[in-house]
């Protein structure tokens, strides 16, 4: 077994948890990134790994960048997330979910979960028979349900802030936009950008999805494997992390990345890359906070939908304060976010 402390992106997590239920043969791993801002809040990501050394890197990543999202997004959360090792046929049954529920129940509060890739609202119900502490359950009073949809609206949000930025557009009528998955996220991007009147270029390694999104968006779905390359005004990379790296970036052709996956460098030196090749970059962890904005929102019982939208349309104001210190620095805007969150965090 790997020891957490020596991988790469072990970043002084509080805890990790590994999760084993013989019954219901639930395999999962809960990581507490932070509990600096209050409990640690982040989705719980259902996936199919290869090796389970993927999922440890992915939940000590995607723990990290929830400590730094919520942070940025002003929440009084820390950070955390969870990841169920899935079979490659992806079976969900009730009982792994509610072992799973049973789980996050036993951490009494200082990590509460949500979607993420592979999971949904029913999903969310199943654990809640388990535990309060989750969120994303149907919305009762108009805060609840899925987070993709709030999610996908900062993300339009920041496409259209980081187009006025770069290429002093007002509106992303008549821009290209290559989009990398064709799931929750991309969907509403899709559709917000489309409603705009942009283009849209659209991959997925599912191509029923890509087509059926490219069909109601107006779009063109594309071969996965050329959506990073393609000539475009906008990458805006919605499916799963680590998807820019040396070689992606050197083949990019956009002046813009900005999108809703999660990590999506493949290590910080790559965010230096794209700056030195003038790609102006959103980090992601800032565009995407719609989802846990919700979320959090929901689990505190503090506001309304139009509170939501309020918050959300704070994400175009944040970046602009990445991008301004970075130009002011000269330091690239994943590094400038990373320094921000970390001085929020108490460990700047
Ligand atoms: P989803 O499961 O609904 O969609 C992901 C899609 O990406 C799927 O259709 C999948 O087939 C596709 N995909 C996977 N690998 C691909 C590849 N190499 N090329 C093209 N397509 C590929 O998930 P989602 O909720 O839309 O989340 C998408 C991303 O956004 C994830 O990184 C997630 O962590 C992040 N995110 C989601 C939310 C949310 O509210 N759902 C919030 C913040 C961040």
Redesign the pocket.
Known sequence: MTIAWRLPDYDAHEVLHFVHDEASGLKAIIAIHSTHLGPSAG?C?FWHYDHPEDAITDALR?SRGMSY?NAMAGLPLGGGKSVILADEALTKPPELLAAFGRAVDRLGGHYVT?????MNVKDMVEVSRQTKFVA?LPAEDGVGG???????LG?FLGIKAAVRHALGKDSVSGLHIAL????????GVALHAAAEGAKLSI????PE??QKLADASDGKAVD?DD?LSLEADVLS?????A?LDEESIAALRVPVVA??????LATPEDGAKLHQRGILYAP??VI?????I??CTEYLGDGDQSLVRQRIEAIPDRLEQVWAESASSGRDPAAVADAMAQRLIGRG
């Open positions: 989705g990501r995607l999202k949500a979607e993420d890739v592979g994303g899925d987070p993709g949809p709030h999610t996908s993300v990398q998955g064709a799931g929750s996220v991309a969907t991959a997925d390694i599912d999805k890509a996965p959506i990379p919605c499916a799963l992390g998807i999108g809703g996956a999660n990590n999506q992601d962890y995407n906070a719609g989802g846990i919700n979320v």
